[in-house]
């Protein structure tokens, strides 16, 4: 696995380190996520200046053409800023979908505006009894002459609030659970009898339940074939985990990193506590709980770039490996720290809060664990194999 990063990925990889070490300190990130958008209109446009709303996209729709391995770079380097724009819910969610399944005229419409930094996006997908199955699916859209009536409710909508359009997935036939039967599509957020109802999550990103009452669209509305957008989804959401447990990786070694220096100055009876043997040891394991999730990581951005066999289950071990890895850098980040770890003034609580966050979208550690187990050990009874996401760590 050849993990040496091109001349154009060091120099993505740095711009964004620098921008968030120049323009994005504590103090302007928790202001930005204070304010009424919960991110910065300003920052959007820097981005977009820059060419990072561009990474995902194909060349020929006038993007960078980037990669899994692109993506992974700049959330992690966000991941260590604890950047709040909606990188993930307009360019990987709703620029991904519109990618993979939009029509010429579609892509077209909307993509240089997503590059351009024009337009904020959101894919509601969720709802209230779905849990983590992108497959249950009670919002109806009937035919209505050239086009159709939506209707049903969506919850916790990344970006919800402030997306002039969304992407809805609903079902067009079949039962509730049927993969079969779930169509995408392009809604604009402002259209009659939508609904939206804002609310902030702890980790300060301001989401919406968007309730669709009769909502009329035309035909050209619809992204993609009709009954065919599971698999769309569960593409588009699978390259949207890898960048998730990238953020993920940035921020535990933000935590690490700020846990070790603080140790270094804080003193207890005279002397640094860094030299007590008990918390070396505490910060040696956080050191391979981040060292493990980095390797599981690069293994699974490899296997989804060459579109191995392994992918899935790799994305599946990656994902447990996160949370449970999460956990503890994240525990022992706010001990060692002492009470002041919880303190809404002291940045570690706000790292762990989207630490916390992020186990839970697209499914936390204990729904990929069954998902992996299913791909790993086979039919229940099947004689399991001696291999966990652990051990996947491990080997990667």
């Known amino acids: 696995m050849n993990f040496d990063f091109s001349e154009e990925q060091v120099m993505l990889r740095d711009s964004v380190a ?73 360019v990987l969610l ?30 509601a997908y969720l709802e209230r009894q779905s849990r983590f199955d992108l497959n249950d699916v009670s919002t109806a859209a009937s035919a209505d002459g050239d086009g159709y009536v939506i209707n049903g409710e969506k919850t916790v909508v990344f970006n919800g609030a402030s997306a002039d359009a969304l992407v809805v997935s609903a079902r067009t036939s079949g039962e509730q659970y049927d993969e079969a039967g779930i169509s995408l599509f392009i809604v604009d957020a402002t259209a009659d009898g939508v609904d939206t109802t804002s609310y902030r ?44 447990c990238a953020e993920a990786l940035g921020i535990m070694g933000w935590l690490n990193a700020t846990t070790v220096e603080y140790t270094r100055t804080r003193e207890q009876f005279g002397v640094a506590i860094s030299t007590f043997q008990a918390l070396q040891h505490r910060m040696v394991e956080t050191f391979m709980a981040f060292e493990q999730t980095k390797s599981l990581l690069y293994r699974a951005v490899s296997s989804a770039a060459d579109g191995s066999d392994e992918a899935q ?84």
């Open 201 to 244: 999550l702890m980790d300060g990103q301001l989401v919406a339940n968007i309730r669709l009452d009769n909502v009329k669209v035309g035909a050209d509305a619809l992204l993609g074939a009709a009954d065919q957008g599971f698999s769309v989804i569960k593409a588009v959401t699978d390259d949207a985990t890898l960048a998730l």
């Open 94 to 123: 709703f620029g991904g979908l519109i990618q993979k399944a939009g029509s010429s005229a579609q892509k077209e419409a909307w993509l240089s505006r997503i590059i351009g930094g024009e337009v904020q996006g959101a894919f």
């Open 18 to 90: 620098r921008f968030v070490q120049d323009q994005y300190d504590f103090d302007t990130r928790r202001s930005i996520v204070d304010s009424d958008a919960a991110f910065s209109a300003e920052n959007w446009q820097t981005f977009a200046e820059l060419g990072w709303l561009s990474i995902p996209f194909a060349e020929e729709d006038g993007g960078f053409g980037g990669g899994p391995l692109d993506t992974m770079l700049v959330m992690e380097e966000m991941g260590r800023g604890l950047v709040a724009e909606p990188f993930l819910a307009t």
């Open 313 to 396: 289950k790799n994305l599946h071990a990656l994902k447990v490996i996160v949370a449970r890895h999460g956990k503890l850098v994240g525990d022992e980040a706010i001990q060692i720290h002492g009470g002041m770890g919880l303190t809404d003034e002291l940045a570690v609580g706000h790292y762990v809060k989207r630490l916390m966050m992020i186990n839970t979208i697209f499914g936390n550690g204990d729904y990929h664990q069954q998902k992996f187990n299913t791909i790993a050990y086979g039919n229940v009874g099947a004689e399991a194999p001696a291999e966990s996401p652990a051990k996947a760590a491990d080997a990667a």
